[in-house]
């Protein structure tokens, strides 16, 4: 199971295919990060992913800056570390 470690926030857990997206996982979590729509269109829920890659399975409309991944609608690819 990919690893997720939210560096910021010293957590890190298991991505075992329970959670919708990264954004639930971390709000499962004990993390109180910022979202807006959690439909991949207004790119509130962007974060710094410092290493590894995420993948959008319903895809999103909104683009993240450069480095930042929307939390609200990607999974992670392999583990993964996102500043938040
Ligand atoms: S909460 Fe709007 S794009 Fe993620």
């Given at each position: 199971?990919?690893k997720v470690l939210f560096k910021q926030s010293g957590v ?30 207004c790119t509130a829920c962007q974060q710094p992913v410092v ?34």
């Amino acid at each position: 199971m990919p690893k997720v470690l939210f560096k910021q926030s010293g957590v890190e857990v298991e991505w075992d295919g329970s959670h919708e997206s990264l954004l639930e996982l971390a709000e499962d979590n004990g993390l109180d990060l910022d979202f807006g729509c959690r439909m991949g269109n207004c790119t509130a829920c962007q974060q710094p992913v410092v290493k590894g890659e995420v993948e959008y399975p319903n895809g999103h409309t909104g683009e993240p800056d450069e480095g930042n991944a929307l939390l609200c609608c990607s999974v992670p690819r392999g583990d993964i570390e996102i500043d938040a």
